[in-house]
């Protein structure tokens, strides 16, 4: 099998890798009817996370079940799969509590851009359709693996509901299926903060009903204006920077809520100027195993078209293409198929 594997900074290769075997009864192998690049794998792309030794990649996934170990007891062979970047076992006390991406047993998924996959934990970490879903699907059932799971969290976290004013700091995949999200949970004024063309068109597909090209202070003044003086109601921070973290938390009222979801590089917040804020924080890796039934189930209803963030599709082998179109921002989110390979 080929597989794809970061060797340095720009440096990835579509090259041979070990079959994924069963290593422990409890894990599963699929094979993958869809992977994709993530922006939170251009940080180590770029150098910014360096790697030690060549790294393989990809933490987004969904296909079909090939395998399972002799103490699975839920997903079976033929079964078509979804599962989290986070792997759990959905049955602790912190999975239980609906925060699965940091269950007592997890493994950060990293082997993902791969025509085949081990999950561990299979029964807690993949859900199953009842049915092979068409092909049309595979796109926006592949982004409730991840990007759509974290904009979901963001809008949750967040406090989103009806009649919410909210702010999306980020036009990343994740920021625009945040716009998406706040929008199913009935937000009614949703701003997205963004200065690309075609990134804003895409916001405002999914519910963006004002857009906001400032950053920085100038950003939080526009927000401010747009509120009456006094800020948003939630702001969802999806980018993960100290730039992009403070404006979220100025542009948020007294009472209001934050959430962040873009891994923080470099950011660090001030004490005294966090407490006269005055809001909630709530974020980290999102806990998407507790919104895949959920999220699965809007796909297939049609409810939702999350999978209108790939804009490129690419053989898998082309991989490093993806990197460079993401890394360039020429593309949004690479969609690859294992099987045009
Ligand atoms: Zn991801
Ligand atoms: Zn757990």
């Known amino acids: 099998m080929r597989g794809t594997v970061l060797h340095g900074p720009r440096d990835i290769r579509f090259e041979n890798r070990p079959e994924p075997k069963i290593t422990r009864p409890t894990d599963a192998i699929i094979s993958l009817s869809a992977t994709c690049i993530c922006g939170s794998d251009l940080w180590s792309y770029r150098g910014i996370e360096s790697v030690d030794e060549p790294t393989p990649m990809g933490h987004e996934y969904c296909g079909i079940v090939e395998e399972v170990g002799k103490d699975v007891r839920n997903i079976k062979p033929g079964q078509f799969v979804v599962g989290s970047f986070a792997t ?105 903060m963004s200065r690309h063309p075609s990134r804003q068109k895409l916001a405002r597909e999914f519910g963006a009903t004002d857009i906001v090209t400032e950053r920085g ?90 999978g209108k963030v790939f804009d490129l599709t690419l053989p898998l082998d082309q991989v490093a293409e993806g990197y460079r179109a993401m890394d360039e921002r020429r593309a949004i989110k690479t969609l690859l198929q294992p099987n045009a390979a």
């Open 217 to 306: 202070d100038k950003g939080v003044a526009r927000i401010k204006e747009l509120t009456k003086g006094i800020g948003a109601d939630s702001v969802l921070e999806c980018v993960g920077t100290q730039e992009s973290m403070m404006q979220a938390i100025q542009s948020t009222r007294p009472g209001g809520y934050v959430s962040y979801v873009g891994v923080p590089h470099g950011v660090s917040l001030d004490g005294e100027q966090l407490f006269f804020a005055h809001v909630h924080l709530h974020g980290g890796p999102a806990p998407v195993r507790r919104y895949l039934p959920e999220l699965i189930k809007l796909v297939l209803d049609g409810k939702i078209n999350p």
């Open 88 to 192: 759990s076992d959905n049955t602790c006390v912190i999975c239980r509590d609906g925060y699965q991406s940091s269950c007592l047993h997890r493994e950060f998924m990293s082997e993902a851009q791969a025509p085949q996959l081990r999950v561990p934990l299979a029964d807690g970490t993949l859900v199953a359709t009842n049915d092979v879903p068409s092909k049309e699907f595979i796109p926006s059932l592949l982004a409730t693996s991840d990007v759509l799971g974290t904009g979901w969290f963001a809008a949750d976290a967040a406090n989103v509901k009806p009649g919410s004013t909210v702010v999306v700091v980020g036009d990343g995949a994740v920021g625009l299926l945040a716009v998406l999200s706040a929008k199913q949970m009935g937000a009614e004024r949703i701003v997205a």
